[in-house]
């Protein structure tokens, strides 16, 4: 369907490094494919970079965090009439070359978000420190739970989002560890989400902003954010 | 040992901080980040409270062996030290935050104003106060009251002198001065 207006959002920190290479793979998988890099705050040369391999760039003046930095993309998509968003990260784990995975089950009209997953398919291998894939495990159990469906891979920030998912996530979008709870949010919100796998590579570069004494103090927050978020009201998403 | 009235109208008092703390999550008045610590307040106070012989101990270990709630009043008097620093903390982020915002909000708007400026569209308040900056900050301007600049510093912030309003109309006015100043205008590209 070349009608559709799709946009690849990257939220990038500090990403010097890789970002630049991330756009190139990006265009170089889909000319067409519109590309905005969000720089959270960075203090090198990620804004740079990035522009320099063809992306639209929009600088955040200070750090926002991934959430925030993720909304600003979706408000992006929103204001520019994108009605696909795809979302990966700035570090280059996630391969363009599986973007097609994500979008068959939203062009389908399965789903309005879909996940690319790094163990839905059961054998993927990921090496990560202890507290990281513990911290991951938690949360597959306790959004599972919330949401009466099994997932697996609820940190993934290898996302297709559609535009009655856009519209929601441009008024609320959590903010650390925000596909956590975007998962429970998309179910109250009785839009579907769906798990397909994809690989994922390491990181190439930089360092993953998530230490060990940070998991467990996102995990309690983002438990807590979870628990609480089942009493929300829901929000009004933007009207279409 | 603790009286048991005390126990009882402690643990009462934890509950409804822990509530109230939930109530403003769930309304979302009260962001997680920052009810952690209202939370982990509330759950030692609960805890002590409800658990006499463990307020007896901790108690007999700090040395009081008088009234054992006193310790109760020094967990809580503690741990709301702690929110307050760590509010502290965060308001000096917000104001550090907010400074690097209005600069960037200042920096967009010069842009567009002197986009507009180009294109042969009206200037802004903005791009107005920097022309009467050329002329030296003496410039008399009519306003909601005549107002006689003397000082830079007074000028940069018309809020500052009595009988200017700072914001609406001001972007009109600016609008008439410089159809019947054009020469002004190109003085600020």
Redesign the interface.
Same mark, same amino acid.
């Given at each position: 369907m070349p009608d559709r207006r799709r946009i690849a959002i990257v939220p990038a920190r500090n990403e010097e490094a890789a970002v630049g290479r991330v756009v190139e793979e990006l265009r170089a998988f889909d000319p067409e494919l519109d590309v905005v890099v969000i720089d959270d705050g960075s203090t090198d040369a990620t804004a740079e970079r990035a522009a320099a391999a063809g992306a639209e760039v929009v600088r955040l003046p200070f750090n926002l965090g991934i959430g925030g930095a993720v909304q600003t993309g979706f408000k992006y998509a929103l204001e520019h009439g994108y009605d696909t968003v795809i979302r990966l990260d700035g570090d280059g784990q996630h391969d363009p070359q599986q973007i097609p995975h994500l979008l068959g089950p939203l062009e389908r009209g399965e789903a309005d978000v879909v996940v690319g997953s790094r163990f839905a398919n059961g054998d993927g291998e990921y090496k990560a420190p202890f507290a990281r894939r513990a911290g991951i495990r938690w949360f597959a159990r306790v959004v599972s739970l919330l949401t009466r469906q099994k997932l697996t891979d609820t940190t993934s920030g290898f996302q297709a989002v559609n535009a009655r998912a856009i519209r929601l996530f441009a008024v609320d979008y959590p903010h650390d560890y925000p596909e956590v709870e975007a998962a429970v949010m998309v179910v109250r919100h009785r839009l579907r989400i769906l798990e397909v796998p994809a690989q994922m590579r390491g990181r190439e570069t930089g360092s993953s902003s998530i230490t060990a004494l940070r998991s467990l103090y996102y995990a309690i927050k983002v438990t807590l954010a979870l628990l609480v978020g089942v009493f929300r009201r829901r929000v009004v998403p933007v009207e279409e | 040992m603790t009286p048991i009235y005390v126990s009882i109208a402690a643990s009462a008092a934890s509950i409804l901080l822990i509530l109230v703390v &939930?109530e403003l999550? @769930?309304? !979302?008045r009260l @962001?997680? @980040?920052y009810? &952690?610590l209202w $939370?982990a307040t509330g759950i030692v106070l609960l805890v002590l409270s409800a658990w006499r012989g463990g307020l007896n101990t901790i108690a007999g270990w700090v040395g009081v062996t008088g009234y054992p709630p006193a310790v109760l009043f020094a967990v809580a008097t503690l741990f709301i030290l702690a929110v307050l620093l760590h509010y502290s903390t965060v308001i000096s982020k917000l104001a550090d935050?907010n400074v690097? $915002?209005a600069q !960037?909000l200042a920096l967009l708007e010069q842009r567009l104003d002197s986009g507009r400026t180009d294109s042969g569209a009206m200037p802004s308040a903005l791009a107005r106060d920097r022309v009467e900056d050329e002329d030296g900050g003496q410039r008399k301007r009519h306003g909601e009251g005549e107002v006689v600049f003397l000082d830079s510093r007074d000028r940069d912030r018309p809020d500052r002198v009595p009988g200017v309003q700072p914001a609406p109309g001001g972007g009109e006015e600016a609008a008439g001065q410089a159809e019947t100043r054009p020469s002004t205008r190109r003085l600020d590209e």
């Open positions: - | &939930l999550i @769930r309304s !979302r @962001r997680e @980040r009810a &952690l $939370l935050q690097v $915002l !960037r």
